[in-house]
């Protein structure tokens, strides 16, 4: 059974940095898509960064305009992947999610229970 969970989240200053964990049970993950997307209140859930397998040789990491030269998304292992927040804003404040989707798929079928990064003002 497939299972993601996150772990990292909390509370910080805006432009202070906090760096969230992705662990995977289950089967393999080495070439799957991995990713973070984010919802905060009110809002619809929005794609952050993903690391996906490319041509079997190495990760390509893919992240929103939105954090881009902030965040850094970096596959740990097969089984982890972490998001690496720095220069945080309060429009940062959400639920982060760690979605994974198996290769030769565009759908992410698996996902986290989340993990909430509040960014105070």
């Known amino acids: 059974q497939v299972q993601l969970v996150e772990s990292g989240g909390g509370l910080v200053q805006a432009g202070g940095s906090l760096r969230l964990s992705c662990a995977a049970s289950?089967?393999?993950?080495?070439?799957?898509?991995m990713a973070w997307f984010r919802q905060a209140p009110g809002k619809e859930r929005e794609f952050v960064a993903a690391?996906?397998?490319?041509?079997?040789?190495?990760?390509?990491a893919n992240l929103s305009d939105s954090v881009k030269g902030r965040f850094t998304i970096s596959r740990d292992n097969a089984m982890q992947v972490s998001l690496q927040m720095s220069s945080l804003k309060p429009e940062d404040t959400a639920v982060y999610y760690c979605?994974?989707?198996?290769?030769?798929?565009?759908?992410?079928?698996?996902w986290g229970q989340g993990t909430q990064v509040t960014v105070s003002s």
């Open positions: 289950g089967p393999t993950f080495t070439t799957y898509t």
């Open positions: 690391v996906r397998w490319s041509r079997g040789t190495s990760y390509l």
């Open positions: 979605a994974a989707a198996p290769p030769g798929r565009g759908t992410y079928d698996h």
